[in-house]
Nanobody, 127 residues
Framework: QVQLAESGGGLVQAGGSLRLSCAAS????????MGWFRQAPGKEREFVAA????????YYANSVKGRFTISRDNAKNTVYLQMNSLKPEDTAVYYC????????????????????WGQGTQVTVSS
C-alpha cells in the first residue's frame, strides 16, 4: 500500500513556474513507476508525465514537452513536477500516481496503468 500526498499547487501568472511535489509513504517507493495526471473542469483526466522506478526513463504529453520536467528522489520518497512557461490551459487539478514496477512502460500514459492515486493539488494559471 502506498499513500501519496501532493503539494506545491497555487495561483501563478502565465509564463511563470511552479514545482509540484508528491510525497509517498512506505519503504518501497523506489519500486514504483510514478506519474502525474491533470484534470480540468469538465474534462477527462489526462496524462502529463511519467518516470520509471529508477528515474532512467521519462515520458511527457506533447502539450507539456519542453516546459515540464518530472524527476524523483528515491531517498526522499518524493517525485517532482517542475512546470515552466505555464499557460492558462495548464489550469487543472494535478494528481500524482504510482504504478507497480511490473507495469510495462506503455501503460504509464494511461489512467488505468496506475495503482495508487493522491488527492490532487490545484494549479491555476491566470492570463
Amino acid at each position: 500500500q502506498v499513500q501519496l500526498a501532493e503539494s506545491g499547487g497555487g495561483l501563478v501568472q502565465a509564463g511563470g513556474s511552479l514545482r509540484l511535489s508528491c510525497a509517498a509513504s512506505g519503504r518501497t517507493f523506489s519500486t514504483y513507476h510514478m506519474g502525474w495526471f491533470r484534470q480540468a473542469p469538465g474534462k477527462e483526466r489526462e496524462f502529463v508525465a511519467a518516470i520509471s522506478w529508477s528515474g532512467g526513463t521519462s515520458y511527457y504529453a506533447n502539450s507539456v514537452k519542453g516546459r515540464f520536467t518530472i524527476s524523483r528522489d528515491n531517498a526522499k520518497n518524493t517525485v517532482y513536477l517542475q512546470m515552466n512557461s505555464l499557460k492558462p490551459e495548464d489550469t487543472a487539478v494535478y494528481y500524482c500516481a504510482a504504478a507497480f514496477g511490473s507495469r510495462q512502460y506503455g501503460e504509464l500514459r494511461e489512467y488505468v496503468g496506475y495503482d495508487y492515486w493522491g488527492q490532487g493539488t490545484q494549479v491555476t494559471v491566470s492570463s
